[in-house]
């Protein structure tokens, strides 16, 4: 697909449905008692993955393409069938790790796999904890990757009541995957399960876990959980998803005379770093009609072209951004100064390398980038022109530089530039309709 420089942006856009909160309304449904209606369910092929693992695993969802309400016809902790066959949560790593948690306490044997990019990424990092919970959980090839052995069954199960045992896990990453993950496995286990983390990344399951009824708290950076007994079905409204949002921020930012308004944003404070660090670099950025939707904030955001400066961003705000950093380092090239982001190797691990992916095609187009072990630094400021960008099959890659590419000088391709479908379907007519509107 060609983009051309383009703009200014104006008027106003509502994003698609958070794609987090969509997989877990999916999968709490699935597991609580009674009916769960989900209102503005994202529609992107990682949520698809996740209704279509449910219904392998005997859960009636109803989902009308024509509307953006899903329906759960839950079955409780233990209503779960073996599937047929092996679940293929397609390129989805939050499908893949809290499924994982939720399987390992049923009392069948099931195959996990994914795609090429999801049978790269690391799954170590549950296999461990639930090891230490008993479960039977291996890696088929021995690599720490999918596919996924998981056999659960009461023979296979060390405790000598059949159960999965609680423990206290310090979580080597601050991953709401992992975190989520063991959470949903100590629904199934004796006694009580906590996870640690060396910083706090976002919070979705304990907030809608426990507006299901699970006995969930969370004190500073440790989040328990006790088993069971029972979750009741319930309506969710999922906010807009703010990584969408941040591709509209990015472009009304640094296109001259861009002024957005973007609809109805979740804005929990963990996930919420894009909006501070935007702030930080001097960016005029204001959040309006703020409210609570069914225990998520929500916002209107309206950004308008500011003259952006280089910053520092590291610690504890990157889990809070950890999927924007593609379009921050984006804007960094237009901001004056220098800006250093450390602390981000899980960037590495996710759909692609996306240290290298955007250092590689930010060089293409001229800017003046380098890698770091855990980062990257931009040096703001110089032009950037068209260039053939590999996409590498990753959605926030090529929606981060569709937003460069209104920037750059001449022709930018990008290469499989549909792969935007695994968490926003119709983000370039989105934007089109911004820069095309007046
Ligand atoms: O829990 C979630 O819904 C997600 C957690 C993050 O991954 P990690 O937990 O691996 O950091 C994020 O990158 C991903 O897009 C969605
Ligand atoms: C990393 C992402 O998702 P997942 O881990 O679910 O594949 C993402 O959406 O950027």
């Known amino acids: 697909m060609i983009f051309v420089k383009n703009g200014p942006l104006k008027g106003c856009v509502t994003v698609p449905g958070d794609k987090s909160i969509s997989h877990r309304a999916v999968m709490f449904g699935a597991l609580a008692n009674g009916t769960t209606e989900i209102t503005n369910f994202l529609h992107g092929a990682d949520c698809l993955s996740t209704i279509r693992c449910f219904r392998q695993l005997g859960i009636e969802i109803n989902n009308q393409a024509s509307s953006d309400t899903v329906t759960i016809l839950g079955k409780g902790l233990y209503g779960l069938r073996k599937p047929d066959q092996t679940l293929d949560v397609g390129n989805s790593g939050t499908t893949m790790r809290l499924i994982s948690g939720i399987l390992c306490g049923q009392d069948f044997a099931v195959t996990l796999t994914g795609d090429e990019s999801i049978r790269r990424r690391p799954m170590g990092r549950i296999i461990a904890p639930l090891k230490q919970m008993g479960a039977d959980i291996e890696s088929a090839m021995s690599n720490h990757c999918a596919p996924l052995l998981i056999n659960c069954t009461a023979d296979k199960m060390s405790n000598l009541n059949d159960m999965l045992t609680g423990i206290r896990y310090q979580s080597p990453v601050a991953s709401a995957q992992v975190k989520s993950c063991i959470l949903l496995a100590g629904l199934y286990a004796e006694g009580e399960t906590s996870v640690t983390e060396p910083y706090i990344s976002r919070n979705h399951t304990e907030l809608m876990l426990s507006q299901f009824g699970a006995a969930i708290r969370t004190k500073g950076n440790t989040v328990t959980i006790l088993p069971g007994p029972y979750l009741e079905g319930r309506k969710i409204s999922v906010p807009g998803d703010i990584s969408s949002a941040a591709y509209f921020i990015a472009a009304g930012l640094m296109v001259p005379n861009s002024e957005v308004l ?121 032009p950037l022109h068209g260039a053939t960008i590999e996409s590498k099959l990753d959605h926030r890659i090529a929606m981060s530089f569709a937003v460069a590419a209104l920037m750059a000088e001449g022709d930018t391709e990008i290469l499989n530039a549909e792969c935007v479908d695994i968490s926003y379907p119709n983000f370039y007519t989105d934007l089109k309709k911004l820069y095309q509107s007046h």
């Open 262 to 382: 973007i609809k109805n944003v979740g804005i929990n404070p963990t996930r919420d770093g894009m909006l501070k660090v935007c702030k930080q670099m001097g960016a005029d950025l204001t959040l309006d009609n703020i409210r609570d939707d069914g225990g998520e904030p929500v916002a209107d955001i309206v950004v308008r072209h500011s003259e952006l400066k280089g910053i520092e961003i590291g610690g504890d705000i990157i889990p809070t951004l950890i999927d924007e950093i593609p379009m921050i380092s984006i804007l960094a090239c237009f901001a004056k100064g220098k800006t250093v982001i450390k602390d981000a190797s899980e960037l590495k691990v996710k759909e692609s390398n996306r240290i290298d992916v955007m250092v590689e095609n930010l060089t293409k187009m001229g800017a003046d980038i380098t890698a770091t072990e855990d980062g990257m630094i931009i040096n703001g400021g110089k």
